[in-house]
């Protein structure tokens, strides 16, 4: 018996059957973006979405396709970018801040209107993105019924996480072992450059060389358990809120939400601050450095 839990490649009856197992889904998000020699573009994708796919089989519910276009280029990712990713063609899926948040709301939009009782958005690419996340859906929760709950991949794999980041890293140690044991054909060791040899190796860690397929088994362990726990979590809230009418929310109401309650709070998203200097120049990140102010 199949045990398929991506919703893209599932069945009607097999969707239904699943759904009520668990009326609960799971949003992946990350982009293609350099992750040193030795890993494929796409790991911050890969990375959350192999592991809502474990999540799902493990403990029910159903996996949305991925969302490869996520926030980079400018702001604080730009400076980043400058300074480990340098001058070279970066394959890069980006998109503004604002865009990405706004294709969310449509994202819990649609899950809702199909009566999912619960919904966890995990997103596998770092940086202040994650709480910018977990912001707006704050910010819209009262809108929906379905219950909502945003977080980076590394919460689920950091006993007593602080909102610090512990945990995580970029292309090092902990991300090439997830991809590792996650997509092992993502992962190609041997193109890992000689320790002695100048970066910054497409924006490679600099603990990559520690990187082992069975770490990345064991933290893609905790976090299905994790996540199995916190998706039941949900579904209690669900049930204990007693819940007897629901009517979908329609586009419409959608861009009255944005406009007048994500919009005023844009501006102050972690996502949307220019604290640093500008990259130079004459640099690829320069030109999309400046982020406008929204109103």
Request: hydrophobic content about 35%.
């Amino acid at each position: 018996m199949r045990n398929e839990v991506r919703w893209e490649r599932m069945f009607p009856d097999e969707l239904e059957a699943a759904f009520e197992r668990c009326p609960g889904v799971y949003f992946t998000y990350g982009l293609c973006e350099p992750h040193g020699p030795q890993n494929t573009v796409g790991l911050d994708s890969l990375k959350a979405h192999g592991i809502a796919c474990r999540a799902a089989q493990t403990h029910g519910g159903i996996v949305a396709p991925p969302d490869y276009w996520h926030i980079h280029e400018h702001g604080m990712y730009a400076n980043w970018a400058q300074q480990h990713v340098g001058e070279v063609r970066n394959w890069m899926t980006a998109m503004p801040a604002w865009q990405h948040f706004k294709n969310v709301c449509y994202h819990v939009r649609a899950a809702d209107a199909l009566g999912f009782h619960a919904a966890i958005f995990l997103t596998g690419h770092y940086g202040p993105n994650w709480q910018d996340l977990k912001t707006l859906l704050e910010i819209i929760q009262p809108h929906f019924p379905m219950r909502l709950y945003g977080l980076p991949d590394f919460e689920a794999n950091t006993p007593g996480f602080s909102g610090q980041g512990d945990g995580a890293d970029h292309a090092g140690r902990v991300e090439t072992s997830l991809l590792w044991a996650l997509e092992p054909e993502c992962v190609d060791m041997s193109r890992m450059p000689a320790d002695d040899e100048p970066g910054p190796h497409f924006a490679m860690g600099s603990n990559a060389y520690q990187s082992d397929r069975r770490i990345g088994e064991r933290m893609v362990d905790d976090e299905v358990a994790w996540l199995g726990n916190k998706m039941q979590e949900l579904l209690d809230i669900y049930t204990q809120l007693n819940i007897t009418e629901r009517q979908p929310v329609t586009f419409e109401e959608v861009e009255k939400i944005w406009n007048e309650q994500v919009t005023p709070a844009l501006n102050t998203f972690e996502t949307m601050q220019n604290r640093d200097e500008p990259p130079p120049e004459d640099s690829q990140w320069f030109a999309q450095w400046k982020i406008p102010e929204i109103t």
